[in-house]
């Protein structure tokens, strides 16, 4: 995070994302104790006592031929805080998601704003649907920053006026651009973990391309980071059968 005292007003720009994992309940034990009740019964719970990596072969297999409900008996629960557009964009994915963000109506947004980092590629090039995108020249990231910081410098300025006109937060708040930042907690469990990875992010293992924005791929790349430590037997199952959610 920068300060940018360039007038009276400061405002902070960004180009990171933070990801904190703040609670869990989820490890490669839940998969198969849920998936051997239904040939096992009550003795499924024996999973629990044991060393998953005996059976490493189940949850593969389990990936492998889609059979999906085993990995939903987990939870992780994140803090987050990335700009409003990528929550926008995370929050079409609700089978398995529960959020809860920071409310404009209720407190004072802070002046702290997005702008691309010196490797964000700015340029995109070719058609709808089969464009890729590329490096930007220094004077173009040079005109993004100066842009940027000029329209949010005037707009929480406007902000700031209507809120010490006495006018509601709901109302001020609308002058304000997707680029300021917001925090949410975000909770899911494996499954759906899965389905938003394999959307949101490009891996060279995934069966199906995909082609996110890069500010959501970073908050997907942080969480996988987590899941992965919590479930490594389960992430390396996704992985070796094409980063497609069961």
């Not at 869990?24 to 044991?50: H, N």
């Not at 702290?112 to 709808?128: E, I, S």
Request: aromatic residues 10%; neutral net charge; hydrophobic residues 35%.
């Amino acid at each position: 995070m920068t300060d940018t005292p360039a007038d009276d007003l400061k405002i902070d720009l960004r180009s990171d994302v933070t990801v904190e994992l703040v609670k869990s309940s989820a490890t490669d034990s839940d998969v198969l104790f849920a998936a051997r009740v239904s040939t096992v019964g009550e003795q499924s719970l024996d999973e629990l006592k044991k060393d998953p990596e005996r059976s490493k072969g189940l949850i593969n297999y389990l990936m492998r031929d889609r059979h999906g409900s085993p990995f939903e008996h987990n939870s992780m629960t994140f803090f987050i805080s990335a700009p409003i557009f990528v929550f926008r964009e995370f929050m079409r994915h609700r089978v398995g998601w529960s959020y809860n963000e920071e409310s404009g109506r209720y407190r004072e947004l802070q002046p702290v704003f997005y702008v691309p980092g010196q490797d964000r590629k700015l340029v995109q090039q070719g058609r709808p649907g089969k464009y890729v995108f590329v490096e930007g020249t220094t004077e173009q990231h040079d005109l993004v920053s100066r842009s940027m910081e000029d329209s949010y410098r005037q707009a929480y300025r406007t902000y700031q006026e209507m809120l010490a006109a006495g006018v509601a937060r709901e109302v001020a708040r609308a002058v304000l651009p997707v680029g300021l930042y917001s925090s949410m907690y975000a909770t899911c469990n494996a499954r759906s973990m899965m389905h938003f990875l394999g959307l949101r992010t490009q891996h060279e293992l995934a069966k199906v391309p995909s082609f996110p924005q890069r500010e959501i791929e970073m908050v997907g790349q942080k969480m996988e980071e987590e899941w992965a430590r919590l479930m490594p037997l389960t992430h390396a199952a996704f992985n070796a059968n094409g980063r497609v959610a069961p």
